[in-house]
């Protein structure tokens, strides 16, 4: 298959002509080590979740650990010979190169199954990159049956300047509840080229959540088919460019059938010099009356240098639907900096906390509230660190300038 050009339009604003996928190899099997290097923001999120949970560990894409915690879930690997791999591509649909570059390269798939009728605990997935210049392709598949209510945690993260092609696919049957978050905290060379896809069954519910920090190039695909009648998923996202960083997000709120819902809220921030790109769709098929759909992109961009752009496009095929969607993209408003500032609060502390308040709207609302602080700190960490950059660039700006000026004694 030919890879994607700019030229597609859900390519288009995107990196991927710089992409050079003759630099990688798929990842070997990694060493053994006596102990890694230690990942403390990703070691944190999982300590905040307690010691009741299902832990499934790959390292480089391969499998590294599991440590089952709940006997309502069961963990196995696609890749086992009396485990064929056929559930594979079920929900994705396999819809590019990509996706199918990770079925054919992906050592250990993992499919995760919640049996009929239980509330599970947490399963906490964590896949961790540390090859260099190797093409990672970590891939799982969570299926809820039917009345279950599941909650996955999925990290991916490492210092690598790797190419990693992750695929999660959610198959909640009907009358189950599922709640999914993905944190990405790769490294600063890395390229991260994602897929999530879900399908919701009859009177089941989805939320399917997303939190960027790292990478160089970073995109995630969601797409979200509403299946059957009374089907319900809410979309949540929120990410943090900074320095030549660029986060890319594409979503599809797919309605197939009548009377489902949907609701769409992503947020981001970008500094420095880096760039966000947000492209979604909400689409209504035919026989998909009573459609309930929202999408809402809001971009904030603190430094001159960044830019954002928000693309919402709408679908529709049927009568009967209400949908809607807004984007806005702009800096910190000017009576938001008064308003802190009359009441003395420094110019730069007044930037932290509207950019922090900013992006607390969706933190509230991820699943796995106890992991929100150890997120906050993450952001704030980078939101120092990229105000420490700008001001360093405008110093040795103004510097500059002055050396260049004639001496007044001449």
Same mark, same amino acid.
């Given at each position: 298959?030919?890879?994607?050009?700019?030229?597609?339009?859900?390519?288009?604003?995107?990196?991927?002509?710089?992409?050079?996928?003759?630099?990688?190899?798929?990842?070997? &099997?990694?060493?053994?080590?006596?102990?890694?290097?230690?990942?403390?923001?990703?070691?944190?999120?999982?300590?905040?979740?307690?010691? *009741?949970?299902?832990?499934?560990?790959?390292?480089?894409?391969?499998?590294?650990?599991?440590?089952?915690?709940?006997?309502?879930?069961?963990?196995?690997?696609?890749?086992?010979?009396?485990?064929?791999?056929?559930?594979?591509?079920? &929900?994705?649909?396999?819809?590019?190169?990509?996706?199918?570059?990770?079925?054919?390269?992906?050592?250990?798939?993992?499919?995760? *199954?919640?049996?009929?009728?239980?509330?599970?605990?947490?399963? &906490?997935?964590?896949?961790?990159?540390?090859?260099?210049?190797?093409?990672?392709?970590?891939?799982?598949?969570?299926? &809820?049956?039917?009345?279950?209510?599941?909650?996955?945690?999925?990290?991916?993260?490492?210092?690598?300047?790797?190419?990693?092609?992750?695929?999660?696919?959610?198959?909640?049957?009907?009358?189950?509840?599922?709640?999914?978050?993905?944190?990405?905290?790769?490294?600063?060379?890395?390229?991260?080229?994602?897929?999530?896809?879900?399908?919701?069954?009859?009177?089941?519910?989805?939320?399917?959540?997303?939190?960027?920090?790292?990478?160089?190039?970073?995109?995630? *695909?969601?797409?979200?088919?509403?299946?059957?009648?009374?089907?319900?998923?809410?979309?949540?996202?929120?990410?943090?460019?900074?320095? @030549?960083?660029? @986060?890319?997000?594409?979503?599809?709120?797919?309605?197939?059938?009548?009377?489902?819902?949907?609701?769409?809220?992503?947020?981001?921030?970008?500094?420095?010099?880096?760039?966000?790109?947000?492209?979604?769709?909400? *689409?209504?098929?035919?026989?998909?009356?009573?459609?309930?759909?929202?999408?809402?992109?809001?971009?904030?961009?603190?430094?001159?240098?960044? @830019?954002?752009?928000?693309?919402?496009?709408?679908?529709?095929?049927?009568?009967?639907?209400?949908?809607? @969607?807004?984007?806005?993209?702009?800096?910190?408003?000017?009576?938001?900096?008064?308003?802190?500032?009359?009441?003395?609060?420094?110019?730069?502390?007044?930037?932290?906390?509207?950019?922090?308040?900013?992006?607390?709207?969706?933190?509230?609302?991820?699943?796995?509230?106890?992991?929100?602080?150890?997120?906050?700190?993450?952001?704030?960490?980078?939101?120092?660190?990229?105000?420490?950059?700008?001001?360093?660039?405008?110093?040795?700006?103004?510097?500059?300038?002055?050396?260049?000026?004639?001496?007044?004694?001449?």
């Amino acid at each position: 298959m030919d890879l994607p050009t700019d030229a597609l339009e859900e390519w288009r604003y995107s990196r991927i002509d710089a992409l050079d996928l003759d630099r990688y190899q798929p990842a070997a &099997v990694p060493a053994k080590r006596d102990k890694l290097a230690p990942l403390p923001d990703i070691q944190g999120l999982v300590a905040a979740l307690g010691s *009741r949970i299902t832990l499934v560990e790959t390292h480089d894409g391969h499998m590294a650990g599991l440590h089952a915690g709940d006997r309502d879930i069961t963990v196995e690997r696609l890749s086992a010979p009396d485990a064929p791999a056929v559930e594979l591509g079920a &929900v994705a649909g396999e819809p590019d190169a990509f996706a199918v570059l990770n079925r054919a390269f992906a050592p250990a798939p993992v499919r995760i *199954r919640v049996a009929k009728g239980s509330v599970a605990n947490p399963v &906490v997935v964590v896949h961790r990159v540390d090859a260099s210049n190797a093409a990672i392709f970590p891939r799982i598949l969570v299926e &809820v049956d039917e009345l279950a209510e599941a909650s996955v945690l999925e990290l991916v993260a490492g210092p690598a300047g790797a190419l990693v092609v992750p695929v999660t696919e959610l198959d909640v049957a009907g009358g189950a509840r599922l709640s999914n978050l993905q944190v990405q905290q790769l490294g600063p060379e890395a390229w991260q080229i994602g897929l999530q896809a879900s399908r919701v069954g009859r009177d089941a519910s989805l939320v399917s959540a997303a939190v960027a920090i790292g990478g160089d190039y970073a995109r995630l *695909r969601t797409d979200s088919a509403l299946s059957a009648p009374g089907a319900e998923s809410r979309l949540l996202a929120l990410y943090f460019a900074a320095d @030549h960083q660029m @986060h890319d997000f594409r979503t599809v709120q797919h309605h197939r059938a009548p009377k489902t819902q949907s609701d769409l809220l992503y947020k981001g921030v970008v500094a420095n010099t880096a760039r966000s790109v947000y492209s979604g769709l909400i *689409r209504v098929e035919k026989g998909a009356g009573g459609t309930n759909a929202m999408q809402t992109n809001r971009n904030l961009v603190l430094h001159e240098g960044a @830019h954002a752009d928000s693309v919402p496009n709408l679908e529709i095929e049927d009568n009967d639907v209400r949908c809607s @969607h807004a984007s806005a993209v702009g800096p910190i408003a000017e009576d938001e900096h008064f308003y802190l500032e009359s009441r003395g609060v420094p110019p730069d502390v007044a930037d932290r906390l509207i950019a922090l308040g900013f992006l607390d709207e969706v933190l509230e609302h991820l699943p796995y509230p106890s992991v929100a602080d150890g997120l906050r700190a993450m952001l704030a960490r980078k939101l120092n660190a990229a105000d420490a950059a700008e001001a360093a660039k405008v110093g040795a700006s103004k510097a500059a300038g002055a050396g260049s000026r004639p001496d007044r004694g001449a």
